[in-house]
């Protein structure tokens, strides 16, 4: 493979988060498509208009073993109080998160990689390129903001294979578990289980006690306990309970095995763009990109696994871990509402492309099978060639949606009902009343066309 030559290595490296970036500068705006709306309706305007205190505004979207949004609605006041709620800036605050995360596993990689050669070099190319992904769903401004969360799971992740490599005091991600179950939201629990996953595999290989996944798993229920206590259960986020859909899976094994090759399809050639290619049959291609990404990983990760020793970085498990962690709970609160769909969603790619840095990171350290690593690389590299080509041929598209949604909102007479044919979320007159009201505040991306 030395054929390529570094210069051709150091571009990919560099021109692919420039790529994605610049896409989702394009494609990132201010209108509000989903929950968004209902914590405008039943939080900040009750808020702003005094029928409910800062603690109620707070907590209102909190549940128990579910979602926290503490920070998120607290970025959402902020805005309204001092950008007029222009929601892309929390759009534009999520997208310095994405690029600092990558930036952050840079600088980790390159901390405890004394190896400058050229297959590092290429490595760390297919890293970027796994983790710059570019079929993520950008448009939608809260996907974008929640990168802020996603970089600070990273941060955990990151913490955790200290520890591992007895870089780090096992206080320090005691400290990090508690944080991550008090602020993080989703993307906290997942980085906390991922991390315990993994540690109670590590100790079972080396034959150590269990004391220490064990210890965190009680300071993550502990937090969750706390909060039930200062807040109670919450809201009900789900329309079946785990326990219902679990059964409902075990019943259908195919469901489960289609939802993991789209996910691993999900970051290379996502439904939108196998459904242009092949719009007949774009589910057996999505199996087929996904099993073979499937393999590629699981290789991957396999060989890196081999003469491991305690001084052997973790991340590449504790990263694949992260994404089959969320895999697994996506399943269990989506799949009785959505079915094996839902992985279709782009912003659940985020966290499967996490499956691709760590096995690029894999194969930067375990080097016996360079055809598998040339595989791989194709599949990356082609597969990003490909779906950047019709996100930006599609970007058109996505500006006209958003310019439709944003006269809907302008309309003077909202019950033209055009509104619902743009935002799922406003159908049945659901933000009507809350255009109003911010209309009457002065809110400038709702003030009526005259």
């Given at each position: 493979?030395?054929?390529?030559?570094?210069?051709?290595?150091?571009?990919?490296?560099?021109?692919?988060?420039?790529?994605?970036?610049?896409?989702?500068?394009?494609?990132?705006?201010?209108?509000?498509?989903?929950?968004?709306?209902?914590?405008?309706?039943?939080?900040?305007?009750?808020?702003?208009?005094?029928?409910?205190?800062?603690?109620?505004?707070?907590?209102?979207?909190?549940?128990?073993?579910?979602?926290?949004?503490?920070?998120?609605?607290?970025?959402?006041?902020?805005?309204?109080?001092?950008?007029?709620?222009?929601?892309?800036?929390?759009?534009?605050?999520?997208?310095?998160?994405?690029?600092?995360?990558?930036?952050?596993?840079?600088?980790?990689?390159?901390?405890?990689?004394?190896?400058?050669?050229?297959?590092?070099?290429?490595?760390?190319?297919?890293?970027?390129?796994?983790?710059?992904?570019?079929?993520?769903?950008?448009?939608?401004?809260?996907?974008?903001?929640?990168?802020?969360?996603?970089?600070?799971?990273?941060?955990?992740?990151?913490?955790?294979?200290?520890?591992?490599?007895?870089?780090?005091?096992?206080?320090?991600?005691?400290?990090?578990?508690?944080?991550?179950?008090?602020?993080?939201?989703?993307?906290?629990?997942?980085?906390?289980?991922?991390?315990?996953?993994?540690?109670?595999?590590?100790?079972?290989?080396?034959?150590?006690?269990?004391?220490?996944?064990?210890?965190?798993?009680?300071?993550?229920?502990?937090?969750?306990?706390?909060?039930?206590?200062?807040?109670?259960?919450?809201?009900?986020?789900?329309?079946?309970?785990?326990?219902?859909?679990?059964?409902?899976?075990?019943?259908?094994?195919?469901?489960?095995?289609?939802?993991?090759?789209?996910?691993?399809?999900?970051?290379?050639?996502?439904?939108?763009?196998?459904?242009?290619?092949?719009?007949?049959?774009?589910?057996?291609?999505?199996?087929?990109?996904?099993?073979?990404?499937?393999?590629?990983?699981?290789?991957?990760?396999?060989?890196?696994?081999?003469?491991?020793?305690?001084?052997?970085?973790?991340?590449?498990?504790?990263?694949?871990?992260?994404?089959?962690?969320?895999?697994?709970?996506?399943?269990?609160?989506?799949?009785?509402?959505?079915?094996?769909?839902?992985?279709?969603?782009?912003?659940?790619?985020?966290?499967?492309?996490?499956?691709?840095?760590?096995?690029?990171?894999?194969?930067?350290?375990?080097?016996?099978?360079?055809?598998?690593?040339?595989?791989?690389?194709?599949?990356?590299?082609?597969?990003?060639?490909?779906?950047?080509?019709?996100?930006y041929s599609n970007v058109a598209s996505v500006h006209q949606y958003?310019?439709?949604?944003?006269?809907?909102?302008?309309?003077?007479?909202?019950?033209?009902?055009?509104?619902?044919?743009?935002?799922?979320?406003?159908?049945?007159?659901?933000?009507?009343?809350?255009?109003?009201?911010?209309?009457?505040?002065?809110?400038?991306?709702?003030?009526?066309?005259?």
């Open positions: 493979m030395k054929f390529i030559s570094k210069t051709f290595v150091l571009s990919v490296a560099a021109f692919v988060p420039l790529l994605t970036v610049f896409y989702a500068l394009d494609v990132m705006n201010g209108i509000p498509l989903g929950d968004e709306w209902r914590w405008i309706k039943n939080l900040l305007l009750p808020y702003v208009d005094g029928k409910i205190g800062f603690w109620n505004y707070l907590t209102g979207e909190y549940s128990f073993l579910g979602h926290t949004h503490f920070l998120t609605l607290m970025a959402l006041l902020v805005n309204y109080q001092f950008f007029s709620l222009d929601l892309v800036y929390l759009a534009y605050f999520g997208l310095v998160f994405y690029v600092l995360g990558w930036l952050l596993l840079l600088m980790y990689l390159f901390r405890y990689q004394s190896d400058k050669s050229w297959y590092t070099m290429l490595s760390i190319a297919l890293i970027t390129v796994a983790y710059f992904s570019i079929t993520t769903d950008f448009p939608w401004l809260l996907v974008s903001f929640e990168y802020f969360y996603y970089f600070f799971a990273l941060a955990i992740l990151v913490l955790a294979d200290g520890f591992l490599c007895k870089r780090i005091s096992f206080t320090w991600l005691c400290v990090a578990t508690f944080f991550s179950a008090l602020f993080l939201d989703s993307f906290g629990v997942v980085a906390v289980l991922a991390i315990i996953l993994v540690l109670s595999l590590n100790n079972l290989v080396e034959r150590r006690k269990i004391f220490q996944p064990i210890l965190l798993l009680a300071i993550f229920f502990s937090t969750w306990i706390l909060l039930k206590i200062a807040i109670g259960d919450g809201i009900n986020t789900s329309s079946s309970s785990r326990f219902n859909t679990l059964a409902l899976l075990l019943g259908k094994p195919g469901d489960i095995f289609e939802s993991l090759l789209i996910s691993f399809s999900q970051p290379l050639l996502d439904k939108a763009v196998l459904q242009y290619f092949f719009p007949f049959f774009y589910r057996t291609a999505q199996m087929i990109v996904g099993a073979a990404g499937l393999v590629l990983v699981a290789i991957s990760l396999v060989g890196y696994g081999r003469n491991f020793n305690d001084s052997k970085s973790r991340l590449p498990f504790l990263l694949a871990g992260y994404a089959s962690v969320a895999w697994v709970l996506i399943l269990l609160t989506r799949y009785s509402d959505f079915g094996a769909g839902i992985f279709d969603a782009q912003r659940f790619t985020r966290f499967f492309v996490l499956y691709y840095v760590a096995a690029a990171f894999a194969f930067l350290k375990w080097r016996a099978m360079p055809k598998v690593f040339a595989l791989f690389a194709i599949l990356l590299l082609g597969s990003y060639a490909i779906s950047a080509n019709y996100q958003f310019e439709g949604a944003g006269n809907a909102l302008r309309e003077v007479n909202l019950q033209d009902g055009n509104l619902n044919k743009y935002i799922g979320k406003c159908s049945d007159r659901y933000c009507d009343e809350t255009i109003y009201s911010l209309r009457e505040k002065g809110i400038p991306f709702v003030q009526a066309n005259h």
